[in-house]
């Protein structure tokens, strides 16, 4: 396992789509039916009300996030980073990148499903900021339970003063 990196954010190309669907298969839908497929990934490159980006390293990917984008609020579907690239801030920094990308959007809280057994994407998660909103039974499958988490970035004062 790599001691460091230096990997590069960007966004994701349809080339990419293969890649990111068989990372999603392998960590996050293993043992579930694989939903994301390449066409599916490469839809959502392909949206405007998505952002797609990747982490890659010496041309190799590293990790994906896919998130996608209401008017006031954005949605991170899957986040992933390779087993060999983990515990060297690549997760962070992508999740530092979409949260970014809201602000400068005026996007005014990202939220997301992790799977409940999951403590160490709960706690990069927690750590950047996101709360537990609570638990959705059965969420992945009726075999898991997700956890449901929110990172605020506009208040909601703020947020109820916005022009309608």
Known sequence: MPKTT?????LAK???AAAIAELSRSQIEKELP???RPGRVQQHIRAKDATVIVSESENSLCGFAITSFAETSA???LLAVSPTFRRLGIATSMIRWITKSCQTAGIGCIKLEVRANNTGAIECYSDLGFQKRGIIKGYYESREDAQLMTLVLISS???ARRPK
């Open 34 to 36: 694989w939903r994301w």
């Open 6 to 10: 230096s990997s590069v954010i960007r």
């Open 157 to 159: 004062e703020i947020e």
């Open 75 to 77: 949605h991170i579907s």
């Open 14 to 16: 349809t080339k990419d």
